[in-house]
């Protein structure tokens, strides 16, 4: 272990004929650095110490061996075949970009799925908290992060600060509806969300490509009777989905599903898209659901009915009370979704005049945000 408490190399070899240096580290974890990603990476080729790559891979040899690996005083020396000088990384550097299995895993996000137990403990901060104190800043993006929600309390009732929320960590993406929008009813709405009328769970605007990734609602004045909000985390229910009835969970990763958002003469957006997509590594990255936009399918005929039962069955877990959770959104409150992930939806209304405002904004800000607060930029 170094003075910071972190992991030192404590063997080096080269092997391979050179292709590879391996490293043992003092905490028996074992890396293997390719020679081509070492000499790619070399810090030479960096301008400064935060500055972007001033070479090219193209420049590299086609073939790219190291001569000789050693543990010096200043970190690890490296000596390639193609360059006169050697290279020294930096240790910690080297442990950070480690390509074994357990420094991939340490590396990715701690994503964590929910169910309806979340509904006894609400990740939730204040506004007065995060706007001053970066710590509760932190916690607050932390849970935007892992678990895709999180609720702030006593956010001043005055319109238009649900963008001075975005503005904590990123910026506001505005959209046809506007920097900011109200959600009330109105008398000719565009969108039903603008009436009285209850919503199921649905991810916001899956006829946008991309799909707005944060959305944020804030309360201006609550209903006087009904318009609960819900929300449920669309990865688990995917993740139950494809332990629970894989074939369905195949099936809607592959097929095209086209949504489409209409105001007459003004915006005509459409976009195809699965309701459950996947990354290369087959997890899953974004869950579309809404039934206010959903297109007609534009699938053969013989695969429509296998579609509708596994749509069905996964909208069915969507609305299942053991993985939904429920609030009341009171005057001051404001929540917010990684509408990529998590499904939102409120029950019918009447009495008072309800009103919330709402803004999209994107992610990497946010992670980026979160980050700089870790100090780990
Ligand atoms: C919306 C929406 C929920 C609510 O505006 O996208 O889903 O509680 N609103 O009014
Ligand atoms: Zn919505």
């Known amino acids: ?13 080269v092997e391979d004929g050179g292709a590879t240096v391996a490293i043992a580290w003092s905490d028996g974890r074992s890396s293997r650095f390719p020679a081509i990603f070492l000499a790619d990476n070399r810090p030479e080729a960096r301008h400064g110490l935060d500055g972007q790559r ?3 891979a193209l420049e590299l040899p086609d073939i790219v061996t190291v001569r000789e690996a050693a543990i010096v005083a200043a970190g690890v020396e490296v000596a390639f075949s193609c360059f006169a000088a050697p ?3 930096d240790p910690a550097w080297l442990r950070d970009h480690a390509l074994d299995p357990a420094s991939r895993a340490a590396r990715r ?3 964590q799925l929910w169910d309806a137990a979340l509904g006894t403990s ?6 007065d908290a995060v706007s001053v104190d970066a710590a509760a800043l932190a916690r607050w993006l932390g849970c935007v992060d892992r678990l895709g929600f999180a609720l702030l309390h006593d956010v001043p009732a005055v319109p238009g600060t649900v963008c001075a929320v975005v503005g904590l960590f990123g910026y506001v993406r505005e959209t046809n509806y506007g920097r900011l929008f109200d959600v009330e009813s109105v008398e000719r709405p565009h969108n039903l969300a603008f009436t009285a009328l209850g919503l199921g769970n649905h991810t916001d605007n899956p006829y946008r490509d991309p799909v707005p990734q944060l959305q944020l609602l804030h309360c201006l004045e609550a209903a006087g009777e009904g318009g609960e909000s819900v929300v449920v985390d669309g ?4 993740d139950r989905l494809r332990r629970e009835a894989p074939a369905a969970f195949d099936l809607l990763t592959r097929t095209l599903v086209p949504f489409r958002y209409v105001e007459t003469g003004a915006v005509d957006l459409r976009h195809a898209a699965p309701l459950i997509e996947l990354d290369v590594a087959g997890g899953v990255k974004t869950v579309r659901y809404n039934n206010r936009s959903i297109g007609p399918l534009d699938i053969d005929a013989d695969d429509v009915p296998a579609f509708y039962a596994a749509y069905r069955q996964f909208g069915r877990l969507l609305h299942d009370p053991t993985m939904t959770v429920g609030f ?3 005057q ?8 990529r992930r998590v499904l939102h939806g409120r029950r019918g209304f009447a009495g008072g005049r309800r009103h919330l405002q709402g803004a999209y904004a994107d992610a990497d800000s946010l992670t980026s945000k979160l980050r700089i607060l870790a100090g780990r930029a």
């Open 109 to 111: 996000c701690a994503r």
């Open 332 to 339: 001051g409150d404001l929540f917010i979704v990684d509408n």
């Open 54 to 56: 001033l070479t090219d």
């Open 328 to 330: 009341r959104l009171r």
């Open 1 to 13: 272990m170094d003075a910071r408490g972190a992991a030192s190399p404590a063997g080096i070899g």
């Open 87 to 89: 290279s020294l990384f």
């Open 235 to 238: 990865f688990a229910a995917a």
């Open 122 to 127: 609400i990740p939730a901060e204040t506004y």
